[in-house]
C-alpha cells in the first residue's frame, strides 16, 4: 500500500481535507481523534495522566484546562505527557495499518508529522496550506482562541514554508472548498496512478 502522510498548521484546513480523502473511499487515521479517545471517559491513556499530573482527570476523562495549566510552558511537563500518549497513539496507529493492509492507498493524518519525525515512516507527505491571513481568520474564529494562545501554538509548529518545502505535495486552501476537492481529487487520481505503475 502507499501510506501518505498528511499534516498542516493550525488553520490550514487539514481536517477538511482528510475528511474530503475518506469522502473519496480513502482509510483516513486520524491522529487527533485517536488522543481524544484516548483520554475521553474510561480512555487507556487517563491512568497514566492522573499518576503524572494528579487532579487533571475525573469521570469525564481528561480535564483539559486544568492539564493545559499544568503543562503550558513547562516543556518537562510537556515530554511527560508526550511520553504517555505518543506510544499509545502509535499502536492504533499500527493497528489501523494492519485492519487497512489490503487497501492500495491510507492517509495518516497527522498534525505534527515533520515536528515529530512520522515524514519518514510515510511514503508520500502531503501539506495542506493557506495564506496566513486566511490562517489567522480562521484560527481567532475558534471558540476561546487568544492571540497568545495562537501564537504558542504557531511556535510549537514547524513554518508553514519549511512545511511546504518538504512536502512531496501541497494541497492549497485558500481559496473554494470546490478548488480543494478538485485538488484532492488529482492527488487521489495521482496516487492511484502510481499505485498501477
Known amino acids: ?3 501518505v502522510g498528511l499534516t498542516g498548521s493550525i488553520g490550514m484546513g487539514k481536517s477538511t481535507v482528510a475528511a474530503m480523502f475518506a469522502r473519496l473511499g ?3 487515521f486520524d491522529a487527533d481523534a485517536a488522543v481524544h479517545t484516548l483520554q475521553g471517559p474510561g480512555g487507556a491513556a487517563l491512568p497514566a495522566i492522573e499518576a503524572a499530573f ?3 482527570t475525573n469521570a469525564n476523562g481528561l480535564d483539559r484546562p486544568r492539564l493545559g495549566a499544568a503543562v503550558f510552558g513547562d516543556p ?3 515530554k511527560r505527557l508526550e511520553a504517555i500518549v505518543h506510544p499509545m497513539v502509535g499502536a492504533l496507529q499500527k493497528r489501523f495499518l494492519l485492519r487497512h493492509r489490503r487497501k492500495p492507498v491510507v492517509v495518516l493524518d497527522i ?3 515533520f515536528e515529530k519525525g512520522g515524514h519518514a515512516k510515510v511514503d508520500v507527505t502531503v ?4 495564506p496566513p491571513e486566511v490562517q489567522r481568520a480562521r484560527v481567532m474564529a475558534r ?3 487568544t492571540e497568545a494562545k495562537f501564537a504558542a501554538i504557531l511556535a510549537a509548529q514547524m513554518p508553514d514554508a519549511e512545511k511546504r518545502a518538504r512536502a512531496d505535495i501541497v494541497i492549497p486552501t485558500g481559496s473554494s472548498l470546490i478548488a480543494t476537492r478538485h485538488a484532492v481529487k488529482r ?3 495521482c496516487l492511484a496512478a502510481a499505485k498501477r505503475r
Open 1 to 3: 500500500m502507499i501510506v
Open 26 to 28: 480513502l482509510p483516513v
Open 54 to 56: 494528579p487532579g487533571t
Open 76 to 78: 518537562a511537563g510537556m
Open 111 to 113: 498534525p505534527l508529522l
Open 127 to 130: 501539506v495542506v496550506s493557506a
Open 143 to 145: 471558540p476561546g482562541m
Open 187 to 189: 492527488v487521489v487520481a
